[in-house]
Each structure stands twice: as structure tokens, then as C-alpha cells.
């Protein structure tokens, strides 16, 4: 169990990254930017955001960031969450592609839904993070289109899968839980992050700037 004073880290290269703090936030939670190795230090978790998976994986390498995190997750289990272009970099097989940091099995095809035009919202109850159904926002996203035996699958859609679980502490969301008012996915990783979120801590936070008519 980690110490509650652990903060949450928000790789902080490029994409969403403020998003996720104050969703952290909300919940009474500390997060952390991460930026160099160093910042991994005493993480209770890593969150991965959206963003354009080529240039976050580039950057990556360029820092040696991407050694620095498997490491931290191969020696003491760091916990992993990717957003959107943050899934993509957790997946072993990338549509076409190399893959980045290839920890989840499972191969992803990028920008399926086609342009950022595509983009879209809907709602989903998934039994595994919340007792109500959560909003999700999908922006040029990309489709899980197979998982490996040891991946479980927290929400199947139309023909695709949306979220998985790997090892019991990697998760990987093609949509984006920061961009909505919901903290339920927020709070699921702190479970797996091994942090305490109290039942009376929020269960959603005004949306983020231009998207409070949104979702
Ligand atoms: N289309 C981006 C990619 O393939 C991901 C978009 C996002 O993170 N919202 O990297």
C-alpha cells in the first residue's frame, strides 16, 4: 500500500496534462509534472495523457524517459495509466507502426475513428470503475482492436474495446476521463496506485474551460 502523501504523476512533455492535475486534485490528491527521470521518485502512479503519440514517443526516447519508466515499473510496479495517444505508447503492437513503450498486449489502431472532425461523446456504465454510467470523450481516438490473454477488458463498444487492465496495476482508456466532469476513472487509478480515496471525496469537478457545455 503506498503512503497517502505520494503524489500521482502526469508525464508532462506534451497533451493533456493539466487536465489530469486537477482532476487529481479534485480528489484531494497530489500530482506531480514529470518531466525527468528524477521526477519518478516516490510516484504512487504515472499517468500517460493524451496527445500525438509520435511526437510523445520521440520525446520519450530524447529523454531517455521511456527507459526510466519501464524501469520504474518492471523494479517496483509502478502503477501506468494511458490516455487516448498515452494508450498508444503503452501497446505492444501498433497498427503499421513501431510500438513505444510496449507493456500491455495488445495491438491499437491510431486515429480509427478518422479526423479530429470524428471526434465524439457518449456514455458507458462500466461495472469495474463506477456504479453510474460515465461519459467519455473520444478525440481522434484510436481502436484496441485485439488484447492479449492476460488483458482484461473493462469496456467492449461497437465491435472494439475502449479500456483494459493489465497486470492489476496498467490502464490503458482510448477516450479521455480528464475532459469530462467525471472523476471516477481518476479514482479508480488512485485504487490501483494503492491510494485512499474517501466515498465522500467528489465524484465529478466542473469540466475543463471550453468544454462545460460539453459533457
Ligand atoms: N491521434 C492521436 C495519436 O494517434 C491521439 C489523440 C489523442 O490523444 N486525443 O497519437
Redesign the pocket.
Known amino acids: 500500500m503506498s503512503d497517502e502523501s505520494e503524489p500521482i504523476g502526469i508525464l508532462a512533455l506534451q497533451?493533456g496534462v493539466i487536465e489530469h492535475r486537477r482532476h487529481i486534485e479534485a480528489l484531494g490528491l497530489r500530482g506531480r509534472d514529470v518531466r525527468y527521470a528524477r521526477d519518478l521518485d516516490g510516484l504512487a502512479g504515472l499517468i500517460l495523457p493524451?496527445?500525438?503519440?509520435?511526437c510523445l514517443g520521440r520525446l520519450l526516447r530524447m529523454t531517455g524517459l521511456d527507459r526510466s519508466i519501464l524501469a520504474a515499473h518492471r523494479e517496483r510496479r509502478l502503477p501506468l495509466w494511458g490516455t487516448?495517444?498515452g494508450a498508444?505508447l503503452l501497446a505492444t503492437e501498433i497498427a503499421g507502426e513501431s510500438p513505444h513503450l510496449g507493456l500491455v498486449d495488445m495491438t491499437v489502431q491510431?486515429?480509427a475513428f478518422g479526423s479530429q472532425l470524428e471526434s465524439f461523446r457518449r456514455r458507458a456504465q462500466i461495472p469495474a470503475v463506477s456504479r453510474e454510467p460515465v461519459p467519455l470523450v473520444f478525440?481522434?481516438?484510436?481502436r484496441i482492436v485485439r488484447v492479449g490473454p492476460s488483458v482484461r477488458v473493462l469496456l467492449a463498444l461497437d465491435g472494439y474495446v475502449a479500456a483494459v487492465e493489465s497486470g492489476g496495476c496498467v490502464l490503458a482508456t482510448v477516450f479521455?476521463p480528464e475532459l469530462s466532469s467525471s472523476l471516477a476513472f481518476h479514482r479508480y487509478f488512485a485504487g490501483l496506485c494503492g491510494l485512499a480515496v474517501p466515498d465522500s471525496a467528489p465524484w465529478s469537478r466542473e469540466p475543463f474551460l471550453g468544454l462545460r457545455q460539453a459533457v
Do not use: L
Open positions: 497533451g493524451g496527445g500525438e503519440s509520435t487516448c495517444a498508444i491510431r486515429n478525440i481522434r481516438a484510436p479521455h
